[in-house]
């Protein structure tokens, strides 16, 4: 037999011997803070990630005809947007990613300066608004904007506790977006701003000074939010030195995460926040969170497991609708509806499908309160009137 037919024989042998598919590899990547002070938080999300990764390879993921295993590659960036930029270039370089997830908006505004060159979907997992507004075409904003119920917020506190405000917010891009935002809405409540002291959260371990500062200024609220852990330390430290008015919380700081460093939801007395997935009502969010407590011994998950579980699974599903997993713009193309077709085992935050800014939609309010010690949602009426 000459050297052609063998080559042809052998080719021909290993068709029939994988007749179905042949198997192949798509990487997704993540850049976020693995190390440091914001380390828990960005674990949670590779978290979240990981679970719905590991859900789509068992139950079997085609696309175009290929049978499709996925991978999650993550690098730590500390939080520092220059190393994201550094990470996503290697994701793409290395790895041939198509999409990268990165769960800051100093990150997130560094990807955008390339991503669109480098055909890279960027899953920003920030509620910063200024993001969309830059209208990079690659972009999808997982979680909702922080103005749509930063109103509610603002309501909820002045009528609860009165109209001193001091702002003892994270020193990143993301706090200031956030008081840029929040300050104006709080005067225009009738508010006053008492005190001004932003904190670099991801650096510090002790926040006494800071916030002997902040209690100086004899707030009736707080306005706090980073990584709910340091955000927990600086609540308990203001309970400990004797403050007892209420917290407005930022996004990015969970309740029920807080409420662990905080000393338990007792510190967090009168606080308005997001509502914690764990304690989400609707069955979908109660299914999620057995799942995830079944697989990672008994623990509770966090929006930031949950939300970017249901990112992943809508990026595969993506693939699976789009026919490739290699052609960024077509993934984008194709999520609003593969959102819309998910089921919802794998959306337990009710995602709904994504808007003309790029921004995923959610279907039910997430504004939540620490009333009596325990957490409640924000009465409808209030919400409502608060927009």
């Not at 026919?323 to 794998?346: C, F």
């Not at 800014?357 to 957490?375: E, F, W």
């Amino acid at each position: 037999m000459t050297l052609k037919k063998l080559s042809s024989a052998l080719i021909a042998a290993l068709v029939v011997a994988h007749p179905a598919f042949a198997d192949d590899t798509v990487h997704l990547g993540y850049s976020g803070p693995l190390s440091g002070g914001a380390a828990k938080y960005g674990k949670e999300v590779l978290e979240g990630m990981q679970m719905a990764v590991a859900e789509i390879n068992q139950a079997g993921l085609v696309v175009a005809g290929k049978k499709v295993k996925v991978d999650i590659v993550a690098l730590d960036d500390q939080y520092n947007p220059s190393e994201t930029a550094i990470n996503a270039r290697r994701l793409v370089q290395e790895y041939r990613a198509p999409v990268v997830l990165v769960p800051h908006s100093g990150g997130c505004y560094a990807v955008q300066t390339m991503n669109a060159q480098q055909k890279l979907l960027l899953l920003a997992y920030t509620s910063v608004p200024e993001l969309a507004a830059r209208g990079n075409p690659l972009t999808l904003r997982i979680p909702p904007e922080f103005t749509s119920y930063t109103g509610s917020f603002v309501k909820y506190e002045i009528g609860k506790f009165g109209k001193g405000v001091a702002l003892a917010n994270t020193d990143t891009d993301y706090g200031k977006a956030w008081t840029a935002a929040f300050r104006p809405v709080w005067l225009a409540a009738g508010g006053t701003v008492v005190a001004d002291n932003p904190m670099s959260y991801n650096r510090a371990t002790d926040f006494y000074s800071g916030v002997s500062r902040v209690l100086a200024s004899k707030p009736n609220v707080i306005f706090v939010g980073g990584p709910s852990e340091p955000t927990g330390l600086i609540i308990r430290q203001a309970r400990e030195l004797g403050f007892k008015g209420g917290f407005v919380v930022m996004d990015q700081a969970k309740l029920d995460e807080v409420a662990k460093v905080a000393g338990g939801y007792g510190a967090l007395e009168g606080s308005v926040g997001v509502m914690p997935v764990s304690d989400d009502p609707s069955p979908a969010a109660k299914a999620f969170v057995a799942r995830f407590a079944k697989t990672h011994d008994g623990r509770m998950p966090s929006q930031e497991n949950s939300l970017n579980y249901t990112a992943v699974w809508a990026t595969a599903l993506a693939m699976k609708q789009a026919g490739t997993t290699t052609d960024a713009v077509a993934i984008r193309k194709a999520y609003d509806a593969a959102l819309k077709n998910l089921t919802a085992d794998n959306n337990p935050n009710g995602l709904t499908g994504v808007d003309a800014r790029g921004g995923l939609t959610m279907g039910h309010a997430v504004v939540a309160v620490v009333d009596g010690g325990a957490i409640k949602p924000l009465p409808a009426a209030e919400l409502s009137a608060a927009k």
